[in-house]
């Protein structure tokens, strides 16, 4: 009888275990049939043309792009040597430099502006906020009439002052400068939008109790707002960033990488040694150098960021 | 908390000139769209007289319709397809458990590492290899699948209490029917701002369409923008605006109805 017993708890066990394994294994393939789309896409569009870049960037190419001399390190060599490759590496820096500070502070004032409670704010918002609907091609055709040598009106506005006018996108000195300027025009809708919300996620407790001790207002916005918005400044920072070294269209549009080179940014480099030089062997070596830059600053803020931060 | 009154005047002064400052570009370039050429000549803020010249123009002389028409079907696609492959990912993060997703999961996180910029020599041949230059397929294909949409999906759907999926196993409802009638409607907020936010970026993407056509026929509105800014004669200012602010109209309208869905929705996604 009670070997009985055994006998069939035995058999249960067995069956159970059989059935558990069966369960497991179909609930691994319904999750990955719900993940197979996007893994199928960003195998062919994502990892597979990062590994090609890499392969690529080891040989030189046809004029179709397909490999025809193995060449090693020699392209990595080549562009490090090459005056207009480091001329673009020291554009790039210089033009991070100028547009993510500035698209920054200037956000932060208008998110701190605007998120006063006040009444019709909410137009203030939205106009802040515009500039995200506008497009690089659209923005830059407003810019190019802005800067434009005669008729526009940064050099007419200059005039009525009594300066002489600048040769905004043509002067070598002007260029990168005309060009970032009109980049923090464009970045600031995004980056104002962000900034409010982050301000208005800190608790209103904090101010009513400074209110209380009598505290002025910058002494709230140095203890109070600044270091609660710290999180999200941090990734408003990081994306700009990363938006200033993949900076293309405003480039194209308004200079052509000229005058001198000296507003041709990464991005547009590889872009002309790619698709005007037919170079796929040596614009790939540039992309994997455009890559490494771009996955340092992804690792630094995720690593600073404790993950708390995902953005595309 | 209430400002004393001294301090709300300064508030709206700074507020009123940097309105001013900011939306100065947009505002001359509306302006210069309904000027005649002379007005533009001669330097005028406010037209003397009000002409609808300069659109006609632009559509005379121009693709404008088949731009536009070609920038609406490539947004809508790829706003279609980011929400149905996110929302499936999300799902599948979500309210589904297997082994190897927490490996998954990472893998869409370094997904995020690699900019589409560095990427762009390969998939630009395998789009001609595939026979895609001038197709909508090889304008949208490449933008279905996104990390972030993943992530601010995953996030809502995270909200949506884990009993109602008890409870519907037990009822013997199967996965995509709970995906479709429970939590589909459940997180529609953030299906309409992911929506918004995919179909604004599409509409003003640059670099690819400039790459993926070559003629005409399937050419998008943005890339039609650079080729009527260099073609045209630069005393043609007025033609040139009326195109620029045809370009910007749809986005900044849905920015305008969706701005208070857009930047909840988007700092959800960033921050959490």
């Given at each position: 009888?009670s070997d009985l017993t055994?006998?069939i708890?035995?058999?249960?066990t067995?069956?159970f275990?059989k059935?558990?394994?069966l369960?497991?294994l179909?609930?691994f393939?319904k999750?990955?049939?719900f993940?197979l789309?996007?893994?199928?896409l960003?195998s062919?569009f994502?990892?597979?043309?990062?590994f090609?870049?890499?392969?690529?960037?080891?040989f030189?190419?046809?004029?179709s792009?397909?490999?025809?001399?193995?060449?090693?390190?020699?392209?990595y060599q080549a562009?490090?040597t090459?005056?207009?490759?480091l001329k673009?590496?020291?554009?790039?820096?210089?033009f991070v430099l100028?547009?993510?500070p500035?698209?920054?502070?200037?956000?932060?004032f208008?998110?701190v502006?605007?998120?006063?409670?006040?009444?019709g704010?909410?137009i203030f918002?939205?106009l802040?906020?515009s500039t995200?609907g506008i497009?690089?091609a659209?923005?830059?055709v407003f810019?190019?009439?802005?800067?434009?040598?005669t008729?526009g009106w940064?050099n007419?506005?200059l005039?009525?002052l009594?300066?002489e006018?600048?040769?905004?996108l043509?002067d070598?000195?002007?260029?990168?400068?005309?060009v970032s300027?009109?980049?923090?025009?464009?970045?600031?809708?995004?980056?104002?939008?962000?900034?409010?919300g982050?301000?208005?996620s800190?608790?209103s407790?904090?101010?009513e109790s400074?209110?209380i001790?009598?505290?002025?207002?910058f002494y709230k916005?140095?203890r109070?707002?600044?270091p609660?918005l710290s999180?999200?400044?941090?990734?408003?920072?990081?994306?700009?960033?990363i938006?200033a070294f993949q900076t293309?269209?405003q480039?194209?549009?308004?200079?052509?990488?000229?005058?001198?080179?000296e507003?041709?940014v990464?991005?547009?480099?590889?872009?002309?040694?790619?698709?005007?030089?037919?170079?796929h062997?040596a614009?790939?070596?540039?992309a994997i150098v455009?890559?490494?830059?771009i996955?340092l600053?992804?690792?630094?803020?995720f690593?600073l960021?404790?993950?708390?931060?995902h953005y595309? | 908390m209430t400002?004393p009154?001294?301090?709300?005047v300064?508030?709206?002064?700074?507020?009123?000139v940097?309105?001013?400052v900011?939306?100065?570009p947009?505002?001359?370039a509306?302006?210069?769209s309904f000027?005649?050429?002379q007005?533009i000549?001669?330097?005028?803020i406010?037209p003397?007289?009000?002409?609808?010249?300069?659109?006609?123009?632009?559509f005379?002389?121009?693709p404008l319709?088949?731009?536009?028409l070609?920038?609406l079907?490539?947004?809508?696609?790829?706003m279609?397809?980011q929400?149905v492959?996110?929302s499936?990912?999300?799902y599948?993060?979500v309210?589904l458990?297997?082994?190897?997703?927490?490996?998954?999961?990472?893998?869409?996180?370094a997904?995020?590492?690699v900019?589409?910029?560095?990427?762009?020599?390969?998939?630009?041949q395998?789009i001609?290899?595939?026979?895609?230059?001038?197709?909508?397929?090889?304008?949208?294909?490449?933008f279905?699948?996104?990390?972030f949409?993943?992530f601010l999906?995953r996030?809502s759907?995270k909200q949506?209490?884990?009993e109602?999926?008890?409870?519907?196993e037990?009822a013997?409802?199967?996965?995509?029917?709970?995906?479709?009638t429970?939590?589909l409607p459940?997180?529609?907020t953030s299906?309409v701002?992911?929506?918004?936010y995919?179909?604004?970026?599409?509409w003003?993407?640059?670099?690819w369409?400039?790459?993926?056509t070559?003629?005409?026929?399937?050419r998008?509105v943005?890339i039609?923008?650079?080729?009527l800014?260099s073609?045209e004669?630069?005393?043609?200012w007025?033609?040139?605006?009326?195109?620029?602010?045809?370009?910007?109209?749809p986005?900044?309208i849905?920015l305008?109805?969706g701005?208070?869905?857009?930047q909840?929705?988007?700092?959800e996604?960033?921050?959490k």
């Amino acid at each position: 009888m009670s070997d009985l017993t055994v006998q069939i708890d035995k058999d249960y066990t067995k069956e159970f275990g059989k059935a558990k394994k069966l369960q497991r294994l179909k609930s691994f393939f319904k999750g990955v049939l719900f993940l197979l789309p996007s893994i199928i896409l960003f195998s062919v569009f994502l990892f597979y043309p990062l590994f090609k870049t890499l392969y690529l960037s080891l040989f030189l190419t046809d004029a179709s792009g397909a490999t025809t001399v193995f060449v090693g390190l020699d392209n990595y060599q080549a562009i490090f040597t090459s005056p207009l490759f480091l001329k673009s590496l020291e554009v790039t820096f210089l033009f991070v430099l100028y547009t993510v500070p500035g698209t920054v502070i200037v956000s932060l004032f208008l998110a701190v502006l605007a998120n006063e409670k006040l009444r019709g704010i909410g137009i203030f918002r939205t106009l802040f906020s515009s500039t995200m609907g506008i497009s690089v091609a659209a923005a830059s055709v407003f810019w190019m009439f802005l800067f434009h040598p005669t008729m526009g009106w940064l050099n007419q506005l200059l005039e009525n002052l009594g300066i002489e006018a600048i040769g905004w996108l043509t002067d070598p000195d002007w260029a990168l400068i005309s060009v970032s300027i009109s980049t923090i025009w464009m970045n600031l809708g995004f980056t104002f939008l962000i900034l409010l919300g982050g301000l208005q996620s800190i608790d209103s407790y904090l101010y009513e109790s400074a209110d209380i001790d009598g505290a002025s207002y910058f002494y709230k916005l140095r203890r109070i707002t600044i270091p609660m918005l710290s999180p999200t400044l941090f990734f408003v920072i990081t994306v700009s960033f990363i938006n200033a070294f993949q900076t293309f269209g405003q480039v194209d549009m308004l200079t052509r990488g000229g005058p001198q080179n000296e507003t041709n940014v990464i991005v547009y480099s590889i872009y002309q040694e790619a698709f005007r030089n037919y170079q796929h062997g040596a614009a790939s070596a540039q992309a994997i150098v455009l890559f490494i830059v771009i996955l340092l600053l992804t690792l630094i803020q995720f690593k600073l960021g404790e993950r708390k931060v995902h953005y595309q | 908390m209430t400002l004393p009154k001294y301090q709300k005047v300064i508030f709206y002064l700074l507020l009123t000139v940097s309105a001013v400052v900011i939306f100065a570009p947009a505002v001359i370039a509306f302006s210069m769209s309904f000027m005649p050429n002379q007005d533009i000549m001669s330097g005028r803020i406010i037209p003397t007289t009000f002409t609808l010249d300069n659109y006609v123009a632009v559509f005379d002389r121009f693709p404008l319709f088949n731009f536009l028409l070609n920038s609406l079907i490539v947004s809508v696609v790829i706003m279609i397809g980011q929400l149905v492959l996110s929302s499936l990912a999300a799902y599948a993060f979500v309210f589904l458990e297997f082994k190897g997703r927490d490996i998954l999961f990472f893998v869409f996180i370094a997904t995020m590492m690699v900019p589409f910029e560095a990427s762009i020599i390969p998939n630009f041949q395998t789009i001609r290899d595939m026979g895609w230059i001038n197709t909508y397929t090889g304008l949208t294909l490449p933008f279905f699948a996104m990390a972030f949409g993943t992530f601010l999906l995953r996030q809502s759907f995270k909200q949506i209490p884990k009993e109602l999926k008890e409870a519907s196993e037990i009822a013997g409802i199967g996965d995509l029917k709970f995906y479709l009638t429970v939590v589909l409607p459940m997180a529609k907020t953030s299906l309409v701002t992911l929506g918004v936010y995919g179909f604004l970026t599409s509409w003003n993407m640059y670099l690819w369409p400039l790459l993926a056509t070559t003629d005409d026929t399937t050419r998008t509105v943005q890339i039609g923008l650079r080729q009527l800014q260099s073609q045209e004669q630069l005393n043609e200012w007025g033609v040139i605006m009326a195109g620029a602010i045809i370009v910007v109209l749809p986005t900044l309208i849905l920015l305008f109805l969706g701005q208070k869905k857009l930047q909840k929705g988007l700092a959800e996604g960033a921050l959490k």
